[in-house]
Each structure stands twice: as structure tokens, then as C-alpha cells.
């Protein structure tokens, strides 16, 4: 379905930065999980790349906190428009079963916007991905305007 969508849309395969704003890793597991050979993310072109300037998507896990609320909108700042961002998990998606703890700011889209919300706690593979195509659409609509 990616694969046929790349081709459709002539969007450029996807290249994904990951950060970890201050989840348990619980969600960071399953991330690279994606990477690994049984759930092989990369056979649909996708790029995990460490520098924001090449990435077309932030996928984001963990609550934003006081401390990383700053590197959070630095990382989306040095990004190439147009953009995408992907917020995984319950952490991501809303402060999870840290939200009320003193330093926390929230969900990922209190900093900066979100585009794709992926639930779970932590956030299952097969869920990351679909949020991974759902995030390479929205990219796709925001390419050609
Ligand atoms: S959503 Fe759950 S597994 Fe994911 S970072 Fe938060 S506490 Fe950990």
C-alpha cells in the first residue's frame, strides 16, 4: 500500500528522524522494532536519518517535559517544509500516565503540531506503522499542496 501510494503520489520515499522527548523506551522498543527484519519498515524506502535537516518526518515518543520541550521545537525547526510529525503512544499522544507529574508539559502537539496520533501504551508495531503511512499521506497532501 506504501509502496503503491510513493509511486502514485511521486513523493520521494520517506526519510524519518526519531526522538525520544522522555518515555519509559517502552515505545522506543517498539520503534526500532520496526526496523528489525520481521516488521523490515525500510523495504518500503523509509530512511531512519539522525539529522532533522533531512527529514521529511519526526516521529516523536515520550511526554514533553520543561527540560526537552526546547530541544523538541529546535529538532521540527530545522526541518525542510513541508513537514510531517507523528506522535507515538499514550506519552506522545497526550502526557500519558505521566501527564499530572509536576514537570511535564503534555502531548507532543503542546509544542509543536502533530499531523498523526498513534495510540498505545506501549504503541505495537504493526500501529506505529500504519501511523508511519498515515504521516507519509498527510506529507504527500501537504508536497503538492
Ligand atoms: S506510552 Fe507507555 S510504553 Fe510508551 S513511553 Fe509512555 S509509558 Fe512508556
Known sequence: MLKSFIKKSRVK?????HFDCGSCNGCDIETLACLTPVYDIERFGIVNVGNPKHADILLVTGTVNH???KVLKNLYDQM???K????IGACGTS????REAYNVVGGVDKVIPVDVYVPGCPAKPEAIIDGVVLGLQKFAEKVEG
Open 13 to 17: 520515499s520517506p526519510w524519518i528522524m
Open 67 to 69: 527540560r526537552n520541550k
Open 80 to 82: 525542510p517544509e513541508p
Open 84 to 87: 510531517a510529525v507523528i506522535a
Open 95 to 98: 502526557g500519558g500516565v505521566f
